[in-house]
């Protein structure tokens, strides 16, 4: 380990956390902005609103850390227990911050609304010892402390204070205190590939990476982001490193990869959809709307995605989309004719450049000896032809479902790349 | 603190959980199944993949809890390092399992169809001193160790693999492992109504509730899950007990309620439809599908949901759906008159007993002084009326969706109630 670095360690303080009531999202947005500036996550520990443990935890972390974020614990109610214990663990007494004091106050006139409670006004109490964060956002104010040349910050646990804060004073602050190296990014991402294959393909161009780039594999639902991480002194020369060696990253794996971005398949598809000034639709049996639901998450969609249709009841595939009831007979509803006529229904109808097609049987129920829980037909059609290809998904149903959205997608990202017209 | 209670510490594994890229969802599915139990989660920790970490992880939590659950760093490359480090900690040499490499050839063999590299092989290895945990859903194994009357099980960190071991084999062994109290929980779904607007009208009922049954809420986007739990000796004293407090909840929120047990809001709708043996279709243009994927993400939807329409395009409201040319010029797609004509097409078209429809300004762009992001319009049709609302949420892109398709699913759940016919 370099002796170097600057570590962190973010405790997060709350009996929610423990029972599983609330899922921590400010631990990764902060660890994010502190990669940022150079600074690295080592831990990140959750505790109960129970004096003796958040005391441990604090002793522990500064063992480990010299930047100690701490976000939680700073409500008005009985349980929040965190103000008066910074104040006893840096040895200070309590007194009100005539700022904090302020703020509350208005946030009452202007938006609350109701007279204040005594426990209101003891959120402007902060420890003497601190330099108080003020909340632009809530009432309850933040709190910086230092000690044998650490920094500990107490923040609220609600993701918007605790942001604010971060972004206004904590992060602007944090590079002045300590000696921070240069840290550069460079993500790509991949699908139709597992983890391990990439892994072998390119173990010669990871064995020979210098000791200060690292690369990490962040896999997710048969796609796998590839992240090359530099740091350094000198910020210049690791961007040159560093975009020298993605180069050669995207060569080795051109034929897999999606965007050399931080983009997800859906954002790479509406970019190249744009460029192409192209549109696509759907139609949708299996996954009921969720393929249509990716696209349109990415602000913009309506620019190149028309419309879908999710024929889920056999009739809707015949009489909304027109599919043959001799197909539907003879073939059935999960098939390679279906799925086809399904597509190509859907670009006449919709009147775009793409259409996909899905129908299968995302399980528990619906499976036969011969269509298995997780037989998927995917058509997807352009100008030219129509690519049809069939899939065995192997998950429970949510997952059937995640997964056979990503191949559609990435059959229609490959049939948008390879239409020239 | 209660020595007789059984504490659990969550250690999560991964150099990924500290750059911020994946947030932990697992630790809160865990606690929430662990609380199920009578395990309280006393501390949660998430360290890299760094040896002395891992293995200062695994001696201090084991000074806290007597469970202590580990999940990630087994995949198949270089970074992976937890399994030799478990076989170290426990004083065990590598062996190859052959359940494990059983079920890593089935899996290559009838899914991934490539030959297995020399990584996938070795995911067949563990330590042997452990109990191996089968992975029906991935090439890992999890292992179950024991040392001092105390529990440690590595499971992998893909969530759905974690969650089948931990449902099939972890959450099934723990009560014969240690003395558990007795635990019953009682949940319900609220809609429509927030957490503090709850907690003022129910504050006489909480705050007479007797020590050992704890009342939790559980806000997730519009709706409040509200959970009672009564831990004790004698379980059958504790039933009765919860029951009684449960029925006058109810009674105190029988106009938000959703439903009295612990399912989710297109559960409950999939459950009345059922039982009126009636079916629904859906017309969406802002929420893009999202509102079908729900209604479809429920095992058996297919017996009561025929299908939908995304009209993203206005010319999909138009030639699709039969949208007035007129209603659409005078009034705009965002408007009482549009979603009325969505929703009854879809009805008509699809042949359904209800139709609901949405349509919306979702952000960051397309609002408009008179409409502005988070104007959203909703229509639900039955057999005898159509009823609209408008709404205006506050939030960015995705989060609007969600809000806006838990409003339209809660508006017709109330539709179907009100429709006696």
């Keep these: 380990m370099n002796n170097d670095r600057v570590n962190a360690s973010i405790i997060t303080i709350g009996d929610e956390l423990l029972i599983?009531?609330?899922?921590?999202?400010?631990?990764?947005?902060?660890?994010?902005?502190?990669?940022?500036?150079?600074?690295?996550?080592?831990?990140?520990?959750?505790?109960?609103?129970?004096w003796d443990e958040i005391w441990n935890a604090l002793d522990e972390e500064s063992k480990q850390s010299q930047v100690i974020l701490i976000t939680g614990g700073l409500?008005?109610?009985a349980d929040d227990?965190?103000?008066?214990?910074?104040?006893?663990?840096?040895?200070?007494?309590?007194?009100?911050?005539?700022?904090?004091?302020?703020?509350?106050?208005?946030?009452?006139?202007?938006?609350?609304?109701?007279?204040?409670?005594?426990?209101?006004?003891?959120?402007?109490?902060?420890p003497d010892v601190c330099t108080v964060i003020q909340n632009k956002r809530g009432t309850a104010p933040g709190m910086w402390f230092e000690k044998e040349?650490?920094?500990?910050?107490?923040?609220?646990?609600?993701?918007?204070?605790?942001?604010?804060?971060?972004?206004?004073?904590?992060?602007?602050?944090?590079?002045?205190?300590?000696?921070l190296p240069a840290v550069v990014h460079r993500t790509l991402l991949t699908?139709?590939?597992?983890?391990?294959?990439?892994?072998?393909?390119?173990?010669?161009?990871?064995?020979?990476?210098?000791?200060?780039?690292?690369?990490?594999?962040?896999?997710?639902?048969?796609?796998?982001?590839?992240?090359?991480?530099?740091?350094?002194?000198?910020?210049?020369?690791?961007?040159?490193?560093?975009?020298?060696?993605f180069i050669e990253l995207q060569d080795q794996l051109q034929d897999v990869m999606v965007i050399n971005e931080d983009k997800t398949l859906e954002e790479a598809i509406g970019i190249l959809l744009a460029k192409k000034e192209k549109t696509v639709s759907t139609a949708e049996s299996c996954t009921g709307g969720y393929i249509s639901h990716l696209?349109?998450?990415?602000?913009?969609?309506?620019?190149?995605?028309?419309?879908?249709?999710?024929?889920?009841?056999?009739?809707?595939?015949?009489?909304?989309?027109?599919?043959?009831?001799?197909t539907l007979d003879n073939y059935g509803a999960v098939s390679e004719e279906t799925v086809s006529q399904m597509a190509m229904a859907a670009r006449s109808i919709m009147k775009t450049d793409f259409a996909l097609a899905v129908s299968g049987i995302m399980g528990p129920g619906g499976g036969t000896e011969e269509k298995?829980?997780?037989?998927?037909?995917?058509?997807?059609?352009?100008?030219?032809?129509?690519?049809?290809?069939?899939?065995?998904?192997?998950?429970?149903?949510?997952?059937?479902i995640e997964v056979t959205a990503i191949n559609a997608l990435n059959m229609l990202r490959q049939s948008i790349i390879n239409d020239e017209g």
Tied chains: 1, 2.
């Design 20 to 50: 599983g009531q609330t899922i921590d999202t400010n631990s990764a947005w902060m660890a994010q902005e502190l990669n940022k500036l150079g600074i690295w996550v080592k831990r990140r520990v959750a505790v109960g609103d129970v």
């Design 75 to 77: 409500g008005p109610t």
């Design 81 to 126: 227990i965190t103000k008066p214990l910074m104040g006893s663990y840096f040895g200070g007494k309590m007194i009100v911050d005539e700022g904090a004091l302020q703020n509350v106050k208005e946030i009452f006139e202007k938006y609350i609304k109701r007279p204040m409670l005594d426990v209101n006004l003891k959120q402007a109490e902060v």
């Design 149 to 179: 040349g650490k920094v500990f910050v107490s923040m609220p646990g609600v993701p918007n204070e605790m942001k604010g804060m971060m972004t206004d004073y904590v992060l602007p602050r944090l590079p002045k205190m300590f000696a």
């Design 191 to 245: 699908a139709g590939i597992g983890e391990s294959y990439i892994a072998d393909r390119i173990k010669d161009f990871e064995a020979a990476l210098p000791q200060h780039i690292k690369l990490a594999y962040l896999p997710n639902f048969g796609m796998v982001r590839l992240r090359l991480t530099a740091t350094g002194k000198d910020e210049t020369e690791i961007i040159e490193e560093v975009d020298r060696l």
């Design 295 to 326: 696209i349109t998450s990415v602000p913009g969609s309506s620019g190149y995605f028309k419309g879908g249709i999710v024929s889920y009841d056999n009739t809707i595939k015949e009489n909304v989309l027109g599919v043959d009831a001799d």
């Design 372 to 400: 298995p829980v997780g037989t998927v037909w995917i058509a997807v059609t352009g100008n030219k032809e129509t690519v049809t290809r069939k899939f065995q998904t192997r998950y429970n149903r949510n997952r059937n």
